[in-house]
Nanobody, 120 residues
Framework: QVQLVESGGGLVQAGGSLRLSCVLS????????MAWYRQVPGNQRELVAT???????NYSESVKGRFTISEDFAKKMGYLQMNNLEPEDKAVYYC??????????????WGQGTQVTVAP
């Protein structure tokens, strides 16, 4: 059974930094990609950043230049370094993983989320 667990959220002052981590547990064949999403109450979940096996990355315009996504897929881990945080970045941040199993079945999993709060 695959599980994702995020950590690293918390309260920070505007202009500060946080580093989120996501670890995947379970037996898989390939970790194809990881992504970070965020959601505020009443809004849809928003894609923040993605990274695929091989290292190619993509960012939403709202975080480009401030956030950096990285991975250590050999350890089944992903990270989101968030710098120069703004009050508008306050949200629950979710990790998402695209995996392939030994059976060649491919699936996507979500973590439970970690709260990020940015004080003005």
């Amino acid at each position: 059974q695959v599980q994702l667990v995020e950590s690293g959220g918390g309260l920070v002052q505007a202009g500060g930094s946080l580093r989120l981590s996501c670890v995947l547990s379970g037996v898989i064949r390939v970790l194809n990609a990881m992504a970070w999403y965020r959601q505020v109450p009443g809004n849809q979940r928003e894609l923040v950043a993605t990274i695929i096996s091989g290292g190619a990355t993509n960012y939403s315009e709202s975080v480009k230049g401030r956030f950096t996504i990285s991975e250590d897929f050999a350890k089944k881990m992903g990270y989101l370094q968030m710098n120069n945080l703004e009050p508008e970045d306050k949200a629950v941040y979710y990790c998402n993983a695209d995996v392939t199993f030994i059976t060649c079945r491919r699936d996507v999993y979500w973590g439970q989320g970690t709260q990020v709060t940015v004080a003005p």
